[in-house]
């Protein structure tokens, strides 16, 4: 029977070395064969470069995998089985692959894909994933904010939904993580000024890496082009909260209830 390597998904952080989890930082220097993302063939990879500001010399034999960043269906689909197809070439000769992703394998990332195509080839490849510091985890430690207290609630999404369903999420959440923002700034801002929310918003662009950008004054990037890699956290604090329902009553008050039953 074929035995294949070990597909594992380490998760560098989103772009401070210092954020590498030990067990990545582990599973990079195993001995497993490298996998990195590129949008383009002998593009730069962020995740690549993470790992070298960490230190890491990059092994003569690591690999690219092409993503293309296209909403061409056709043209994805088969960068898909591409790169899928040359991951189970490469775990066919026994060795384990370490993908190495960019923030944490689990959250918009191009690893769990992956994964479940290759299981689809391949079904008796084992896959790890290796969790690491999201984006937005990073960033709100960069900005001070806290994403959830007590009761608060908390919700990621990529601004693609468009500013109608922003709008709506405002009235349901204390805190928003708005990924893939780019797209959508100056419509969100326009938002955020309705909604009078400015001063509780912020945005952030390369959490962790030499080229990050905290913009508190959210306003003064209207029009501008920013970068695929950013973020905003909005806050609401005029949220008006429902009311707390507990799933476990205490013992007396079901005592009571069965009694008046
Ligand atoms: C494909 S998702 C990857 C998310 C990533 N796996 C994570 O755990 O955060 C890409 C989006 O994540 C956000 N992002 C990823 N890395 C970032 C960084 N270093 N700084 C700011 N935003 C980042 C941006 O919103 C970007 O458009």
Redo the contacts with the bound molecule.
């Keep these: 029977m074929q035995r294949y390597g070990k597909l594992i998904g380490a998760s560098l952080g989103?772009?401070d070395p210092e954020l590498i989890t030990r067990r990545a930082w582990t599973a990079l220097q195993s001995g497993a064969r490298w996998l990195y993302p590129v949008k383009k063939a002998e593009e730069s990879s962020y995740a690549l470069s993470i790992v070298e500001r960490g230190g890491l010399p990059v092994p003569g034999d690591a690999v690219e995998l092409v993503f293309p960043m296209t909403r061409d269906a056709e043209i994805l689909a088969k960068a898909w089985v591409r790169a899928a197809e040359q991951t189970v070439a490469l775990l066919a000769d026994g060795r384990d692959l370490v993908f190495l992703?960019?923030?944490?394998?689990s959250?918009?990332?191009t690893f769990g894909h992956l994964a479940r195509v290759v299981c689809e080839l391949a079904p008796a490849v084992e896959v790890e994933t290796i969790p690491?510091v999201?984006?937005?985890a990073?960033?709100a430690a960069a900005t001070g904010i806290t994403l959830a207290e007590e009761d608060e609630t908390f919700a990621i999404i990529p601004a693609a939904y468009g500013v109608e369903v922003i709008d709506h999420l405002l009235d349901e959440f204390d805190t928003l993580a708005l990924?893939?923002?780019?797209p959508l700034v100056d419509e969100v801002i326009a938002l955020l000024e309705r909604r009078g929310l400015l001063a509780t918003s912020v945005f952030?662009?390369?959490?962790?890496?030499p080229g990050e950008r905290i913009v508190r004054d959210v306003a003064s990037l209207k029009g501008e082009k920013v970068n695929?890699?950013?973020?905003m956290l909005v806050q609401n604090p005029k949220r008006v909260r429902g009311e707390l329902r507990r799933g476990c009553r205490r013992r007396q008050e079901a005592v009571e209830v069965s009694a008046a039953a």
């Design positions: 989103p772009g992703v960019e923030g944490d394998a959250t918009f990332a690491g999201s984006s937005f990073a960033a990924l893939k923002v780019k952030i662009e390369k959490v962790g890496s695929y890699l950013s973020l």
